[in-house]
């Protein structure tokens, strides 16, 4: 399992990407909800699903490599995109858009140009 912390106290799991390239990151509701008004959305619905009091998420559109930029901008607001692929600032864009992280989509942009 991938943390960006090692806590104990997480209460998501979030499982991203398709076929071999698959990860598990583990969150805490608290932060995605404030960072973000499509975790917001997403886990205040009757719709999520919890396993063992956990929150599962599934994300399978989104690649490893970009849900873990997401994960770290959201907890700590810093980006580093120097070493990044074009193909991973693209699914970026598209993955914060989805999510609704309206600041992280304008940094992004202007990182990348």
Same mark, same amino acid.
């Given at each position: 399992m991938a943390s960006i912390f090692h806590s104990d106290d997480f209460n998501v799991i979030i499982n991203v990407g398709e076929n071999k390239? &698959?990860?598990e990151f583990q #969150?805490? *509701?608290? !932060? %995605? =909800? #404030? =960072? *973000? +008004?499509?975790f917001k959305s997403a886990l205040a619905s009757e719709w999520i699903t919890k396993k063992n009091s956990m929150i599962m998420f599934n994300k +399978?559109? !989104? &690649? +490893? *490599?970009?849900f873990d930029l997401i994960?770290?901008?959201i907890y700590t607001g810093e980006l580093d995109l120097t070493n990044q692929s074009g193909?991973?600032? %693209?699914?970026? %864009?598209i993955a914060t858009d989805e999510l609704l992280l309206e600041e992280l989509f304008q940094h992004v942009q202007l990182d990348s140009k």
């Open positions: 390239n &698959t990860k #969150a805490h *509701s608290v !932060i %995605l =909800r #404030a =960072r *973000s +008004p499509y +399978p559109n !989104i &690649t +490893p *490599s970009v994960l770290k901008y193909e991973d600032i %693209l699914g970026l %864009l």
